[in-house]
């Protein structure tokens, strides 16, 4: 957002500025509204950023316990099912061991889809993303500008994000934020005339 308003500040479009200091102002108001609401509710030391500093530190916490890295749980599941995915043989190659396999999931979208639910699980559940997202790379080297680059560090984020931590393709609230995402780079990138 901050590059955005640079570049529009270069082409000397001050009204926009405007609009958008009065906006980041807002923002930090009642980011700072809430917070102090939250501390006058919930008594000292339960502010927003006290509990956001809480949690945090319960993650530093889990990561200990695993043995000092976030992805070692996660390596651990993804060790014992693989395993399993290669004794059970071809018919679990082309349709996965199965949830009921394992005491718990695996947490890495890309591996749960492909040793859980097999090859054609794999494809059925994301040829729709592969696809859009193909046509949203090669229509944004056409149609290039700030927001399709904003989109593109989006989806990026989002799908390096789904490779190592999971749970953004198959949950309901990240899941639909990068579906949106998506249909909006595709709309960016989209010829007028097609819309």
């Not at 108001?29 to 339960?46: I, K």
Request: hydrophobic share 55%.
């Amino acid at each position: 957002m901050i590059v955005y308003v640079a570049v529009i500040a270069v082409r000397g479009n001050k009204d926009f500025i405007r609009r958008a200091l009065l906006l980041t102002g807002i923002t930090v108001a009642v980011a700072l509204f809430f917070n102090g609401l939250s501390w006058l509710l919930n008594g000292a030391g339960r502010g927003l950023m006290d509990m956001l500093a809480g949690s945090l530190g319960g993650i530093r916490e889990a990561a200990e316990e695993e043995g000092g890295s976030l992805i070692s749980g996660r390596w651990n599941k993804f060790t014992a099912t693989f395993t399993d995915f290669k004794q059970a043989g071809p018919m679990a190659w082309l349709f996965g061991v199965g949830r009921g396999s394992q005491g718990h999931i695996i947490e890495m979208d890309l591996c749960d889809a492909g040793l859980l639910y097999g090859v054609f699980g794999f494809v059925a559940m994301l040829w729709l993303y592969v696809k859009y997202g193909v046509e949203f790379l090669m229509r944004a080297i056409r149609n290039f500008n700030v927001l399709v680059l904003g989109a593109f560090v989006s989806l990026g984020i989002t799908v390096a994000y789904f490779t190592l931590a999971g749970h953004i393709l198959f949950t309901v609230t990240s899941g639909f934020f990068f579906a949106f995402v998506l249909v909006y780079a595709r709309l960016l990138t989209q010829d007028k005339n097609q819309l």
